[in-house]
């Protein structure tokens, strides 16, 4: 059996790592469009800052001691399932018994001119490199990044510790589909003290300059030069070499609980695919390197005639690099537990009587307890009043035990 994987990311690497665990006999090929060994985007920052490659979190070697026929430099132009077929961008054709799409996704913002070079896209190692020359040769010196969600302030943060005057402007207020209000103005605040601008309701129209972009023309008729422009209002899954093929996509590809596509023979996963949340069923794109390494397990052991279905994928995103600890898990949506003190600032959102979603700044302990609940579907009515208390989670195991054994039996 021929398997060809389409992406090195996280999820790709899931998919091999799994096959050959379990079995060392099908052929597999690798593809990626970057000239790089398979490496981890969400440590691309920590790379930047401290020149440490933390970023090939496998070792370089990794897909060769597994027995993968790798081809870095390797783009694709598109696919052809009735024939059971890629297209590379070389014009060559390879055949695939099976196929797995795990191309990733990129950032970008809807505005015109996002493609122009000039236009960096953070989630590439490519662009990194670009970049890092550009600052240690003195190039780089201004950046005005589009938008203020976890990856826009994330690089927010990056380009100002290199020592680049940033300018990021925010149509409402940070992070406005991941954060409730208050938690935002804490970020927002980081962020100014770091010496980011932040601009609000400041709404792009496009970015400006031919061939290269160079700078970002505002609604208002202001105009923005800068020697760094980043479209980062979300990401945008990677499905251009996927037009014609007749693989059901929407924003990303379509796929079902064993994350096969419509098509026989054909996977889909990480930033890639529209999967089921865990908790809410709602389907959409998860990008978390958690999601994408959990479902390359499941697609490796379907591979392999399992038949397993995947649970569902988590939304969650964490601030690593602010100066404070901030997690974001699951809704804000029902009802709000609160407690503030000091930097600390806690909120749980209960539906229902169980957890849909929490929001922790400062100490973000509990974490894991109260994701574990969440996903578990636990109703915490019995114990609500020490959801909030600090150090939750230590020495209530048997509470949360009991609890959970009441939903199962149904006696609760």
């Not at 996280?10 to 469009?33: H, K, N, W």
Request: glycine share 12%; hydrophobic share 40%; net charge negative.
């Amino acid at each position: 059996m021929k398997i060809v994987i389409v992406g090195a990311g996280p999820a790709g690497v899931s998919v091999a790592e799994t096959l050959r665990q379990y079995d060392d006999r099908p052929e597999i090929v690798m593809l990626s469009r970057e000239p790089f060994p398979p490496y981890s985007p969400p440590a691309l920052m920590e790379y930047c800052l401290t020149g440490q490659e933390v970023h090939f979190w496998k070792g370089k070697d990794f897909l060769q001691r597994l027995g993968v026929d790798y081809r870095p430099g390797t783009g694709v132009e598109s696919v052809s399932p009735q024939q059971h077929k890629v297209r590379l961008a070389d014009g060559q054709e390879l055949p695939y018994d099976q196929l797995v799409l795990a191309a990733g996704s990129r950032v970008y913002a809807p505005v015109a001119g996002g493609d122009k070079p000039g236009v960096y896209d953070f989630k590439s190692l490519t662009a990194a490199e670009e970049l890092l020359a550009e600052v240690r040769q003195g190039q780089a010196r201004s950046a005005v990044i589009i938008g203020a969600g976890f990856i826009g302030v994330e690089v927010g943060l990056l380009l100002a510790d290199l020592g680049i005057e940033v300018t990021q402007l925010v149509r409402s207020r940070v992070m406005r589909t991941t954060l409730d209000p208050e938690t935002s103005e804490i970020v927002l605040q980081a962020m100014q003290e770091r010496g980011i601008q932040v601009r609000r309701d400041a709404e792009a129209r496009a970015f400006a300059g031919e061939p290269r972009a160079e700078a970002v023309e505002l609604s208002s008729g202001d105009r923005l030069a800068a020697d760094i422009l980043v479209g980062a209002t979300g990401l945008k899954p990677n499905t251009q070499f996927l037009e014609g093929s007749g693989i059901e996509t929407r924003w990303g590809v379509v796929v079902d609980d064993h994350l096969r596509t419509n098509l026989p023979d054909v996977y889909a996963l990480g930033d890639l695919a529209e999967t089921a949340n865990r908790v809410t069923g709602e389907r959409d794109v998860y990008p978390n390197f958690p999601n994408a390494v959990a479902q390359g397990t499941v697609v490796g052991c379907n591979l392999l005639g399992w038949n397993l279905p995947y649970e569902g994928a988590d939304r969650m995103n964490s601030l690593k690099h602010l100066g404070i600890n901030v997690v974001a898990v699951g809704q804000t949506e029902g009802e709000e537990l609160r407690l503030r003190y000091g930097n600390v600032l806690r909120k749980l959102y209960l539906r229902e009587g169980r957890i849909n979603g929490f929001r922790l700044v400062g100490d973000t302990s509990g974490a894991g307890i109260y994701r574990t609940l969440m996903n578990r579907k636990v109703n915490v009515e019995a114990f609500r009043d020490r959801l909030m208390e600090p150090g939750f989670g230590m020495g209530w195991f048997e509470d949360i035990a009991a609890a959970a054994a009441l939903e199962a039996t149904g006696s609760g």
